[in-house]
């Protein structure tokens, strides 16, 4: 594969640069190939057969990243899942993925005692593959073999894999490198866990052009005064995040060029960038360029970007999303699965070569999303939008029950199942609130079973209490209402329309 050949290289001509930083640990390019090495001359004696997923535990941690490498040079996708996901949804996506083995990366002990895995910990691995013949590179994954598999919220109430092959990663990272001024050996900043796919907007962009990553953990994340610390030591040039992100950070007001002068690029990605953050950073940062970037998991992170300039900011309320990479072409589709005319909204429809082959073992979801359109792989994303007179992309929210909250995307009808789960809930609707377009949070209407405690609060506790043991955080909603009923349409479902309007009173 290109990229890991270019890494490679970098490790070779280049071994003491930092490729990563992290609280815990930095690593260089020579160290990170090295590691990767070892932890590949492991995997290749376990008797795992190829393509099976190597499941990656940890949360930012330099060790992840050669974690990644070493499985897809031994022949195998990983799937990174971030310390902060519930060990019962670690369990379903084991079990999801049939994988046999995790790499434990966190230092933490991991409870899985019901299924039969094997949990091996990173550091054994390295302690273990001292010596070592390099990793021929016909063991690497390649062209359509998957190179990574990220899992995402499902309606059925199981998360369901995202299979990302090596093509459809080239396909990304050729766009970025070429496309944003991000070349030249630069730093990225990595904001998002490596369970999210906005991670890979930083990661492989940085690797493949000799920069370095420098990690944000949840702990700097939970105490700004940390956070501003490390980015006054960071020297970023490449922000990457979401907009809720830096939308937190401009709250304070020494996050400035002055903070950050080496900043020259702002990235986002996972949800709608409003217009006044970039009002706001274009002032703060006059020396930065800012983009704003769209795309499923499904499409491998990101297919269509634009820059916001102050030019555009005058003409537009709701920014673009801009126009598609040049790999790639965007359709829209109306109800019937014709093309809509120019200035109508459609379902917007990707096709090109980083669309991904569909769900790890779910014939039947990815069947429903994915489908070919002239020879080319394409994904039915379940977005409204349409492209105005400019050739921009406009985007108009989500057609169905999916959304994205803080640039985590979840379906509604997962975090409705396990509510409705739980012994102190009858039945259960949730709803995103929207402000200015943007959704704020979300609220659970609960119809509530019978129960011994005298308040609301008391109740809401026990409730998230439950949730957070099959549920990330980020999922859980931060408000919760109860009712003797819910508005039902008349098939029996949720009127979710009449349902807004009665708590919007």
């Known amino acids: 594969m290109n990229m890991l050949n270019t890494i490679r290289d970098y490790a070779h001509t280049q071994p003491e640069t930092i490729a990563y930083i992290s609280p815990e640990s930095e690593i260089t390019y020579g160290e990170l190939w090295r590691q990767s090495e070892q932890v590949a001359a492991f995997l290749l004696t376990q008797n795992i057969e190829k393509h099976t997923p190597i499941l990656v535990y940890g949360h930012m941690e330099a060790s992840m990243i050669s974690s990644f490498l070493g499985s897809v040079k031994a022949g195998h996708p990983y799937i990174p899942v971030d310390t902060s996901i519930p060990m019962e949804r670690v369990s379903n996506i084991i079990n999801s993925a049939q994988t046999e083995l995790v790499i434990n990366v966190s230092g933490q002990a991991m409870e899985l005692d019901t299924i039969p895995i094997t949990v091996v910990n990173y550091d054994k691995i390295i302690l273990e593959n001292i010596s070592l013949v390099p990793i021929d590179s016909k063991s690497w994954v390649s062209g359509e073999e998957n190179f990574y598999i990220i899992y995402t919220s499902g309606s059925t109430g199981n998360p369901k894999g995202v299979q990302i092959s090596a093509n459809n990663l080239q396909s990304f990272v050729d766009w970025m490198v070429e496309d944003f001024p991000i070349n030249g050996q630069l730093r990225f900043l990595n904001q998002a866990p490596y369970s999210f796919d906005l991670s890979v907007m930083d990661i492989y962009p ?100 634009i820059e916001v300039t102050a030019e555009l900011l005058k003409r537009y309320q709701n920014l673009p999303i801009g126009k598609p990479k040049a790999d790639t072409r965007i359709l829209f589709l109306d109800e019937n699965g014709s093309q809509v005319p120019q200035g109508e909204k459609g379902e917007m429809i990707i096709v090109g070569p980083s669309v991904s082959k569909g769900y790890l073992g779910e014939q039947q979801l990815t069947e429903k999303s994915f489908f070919k359109y002239e020879e080319e792989q394409a994904y039915r994303t379940g977005d409204a939008a349409y492209e105005n007179q400019e050739g921009f992309i406009m985007y108009k929210g989500r057609i169905d029950f999916q959304i994205k909250l803080h640039g985590y995307r979840m379906e509604l009808e997962e975090i409705e199942y396990h509510i409705a789960n739980s012994k102190y809930v009858k039945s259960a609707a949730v709803v995103p609130i929207y402000q200015n377009d943007k959704i704020e949070y979300l609220l659970a209407a609960i119809i509530p079973a019978s129960h011994d405690f005298e308040k609301d609060y008391q109740l809401t506790s026990a409730i998230k209490k439950e949730l957070a043991e099959v549920i990330p955080a980020y999922m859980i909603p931060r408000k919760f209402s109860y009712y003797e009923d819910l508005p039902m349409t008349p098939n029996g479902k949720m009127d979710r329309k009449k349902f807004r309007e009665m708590v919007l009173q």
């Open 206 to 305: 940085a690797l493949a052009s000799g920069g370095t990553i420098f990690a944000i953990t949840k702990e700097m994340i939970a105490r700004p005064k940390l956070l501003f610390q490390a980015l006054e030591k960071s020297d970023t040039q490449v922000w990457t995040s979401t907009p809720s992100f830096v939308q937190m950070c401009l709250m304070d007001p020494s996050f400035t060029q002055e903070l950050l002068p080496e900043l020259s690029v702002f990235l986002f990605c996972g949800e709608i960038l409003p217009v006044e953050i970039c009002r706001q950073l274009l002032e703060r940062f006059p020396n930065a360029k800012v983009f704003n970037t769209y795309g499923p998991t499904e499409a491998t992170v990101a297919v269509t970007s």
